[in-house]
């Protein structure tokens, strides 16, 4: 008979128009079951910070709120994911494009999606509050998750800054981009899609965390509420 399979890696997507919560739910799923929580953006801003070519040339497209190029993220990503092949993995911000999808499926096989639909104008306020702190990627947010101290970075004390993309006069038109290049994606995943509705991340936690639960074990079972 077959040998026992070792348990099979978790390979999930957290899709999203910008501010509907993935990276506050990826956190929080990779500290309560232990996998690398890869963000799309994170890569990108660690990329500009490097100052390889390849930053200076997103730079512009993030400064602007465009989506990068599909070749130039999905290289990045490719690159990431290769580094992670022994680990459970979710990704947060990447696929958006059904060019980018497309390439994701022919280098491993998806076992979940969860995708956040979250109300228009919840998306505004919420992107209006959001500060971050650009060194480390920590975001807080000037309602939910405020720092200690105002304006400063709770472990650093640095200043914290509010990306130009998210300045009121550039949501709008970011987001109904989101939509139109969501799209295809959405259609392309609906069999392992599971989409969470609400204007409130604590309300849809409980549901994300019950969904993961049956797929790969907690680490933290205590961090459910
Ligand atoms: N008021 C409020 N803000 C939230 C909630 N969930 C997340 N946020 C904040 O909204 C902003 C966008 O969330 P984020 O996780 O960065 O979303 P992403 O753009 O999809 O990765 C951040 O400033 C979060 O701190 C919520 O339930 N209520
Ligand atoms: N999959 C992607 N395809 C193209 N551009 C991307 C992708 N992921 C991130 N980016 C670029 O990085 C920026 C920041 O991404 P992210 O941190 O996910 O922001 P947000 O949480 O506001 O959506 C995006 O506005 C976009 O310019």
């Known amino acids: 008979s077959a040998p026992p399979m070792a348990s099979k890696l978790l390979r999930a997507v957290v899709l999203g128009p910008p501010g509907s919560g993935k990276g506050t739910v990826c956190d929080r799923i990779a500290r309560s079951f232990g996998l690398q929580h890869l963000s799309s953006g994170q890569f990108l801003r ?48 990447f696929p958006r494009t059904l060019g980018q999808a497309k390439a994701l499926d022919g280098i491993c096989e998806l076992d979940l999606v969860i995708s956040l639909n979250i109300p228009f104008e919840t998306l505004k306020d919420r992107l209006s509050a959001r500060w971050v702190h650009p060194a480390s990627g920590r975001v ?3 309602d939910f998750n405020p720092p200690h101290v105002q304006g400063v970075d709770d472990l650093t004390g640095e200043p914290l800054v509010q990306r130009q993309e998210d300045r009121p006069e ?43 639960s049956s797929r790969i074990p907690p680490i933290h079972p205590e961090e459910e509420h």
């Not at 993220?73 to 022994?86: A, D, F, N, P, Y």
């Not at 109904?176 to 290049?181: Q, V």
């Open 46 to 93: 660690e990329n500009i910070g490097g100052g390889a070519e390849a930053g200076a040339l997103a730079q512009q497209y993030l400064e602007r709120g465009l989506l990068v190029p599909d070749h130039v993220i999905t290289r990045v990503m490719m690159t990431e994911l290769e580094k992670r092949r022994e680990q459970h993995w979710l990704l947060d911000g």
């Open 140 to 142: 807080y947010n000037m």
């Open 170 to 212: 550039a949501v709008a038109a970011r987001l109904r981009k989101y939509k139109d290049a969501a799209k295809p994606v959405i259609e392309l995943y609906k069999g392992i899609l599971y989409s969470f509705s609400g204007t409130e991340t604590n309300k849809i936690w409980p549901y994300v965390y019950s969904l993961l």
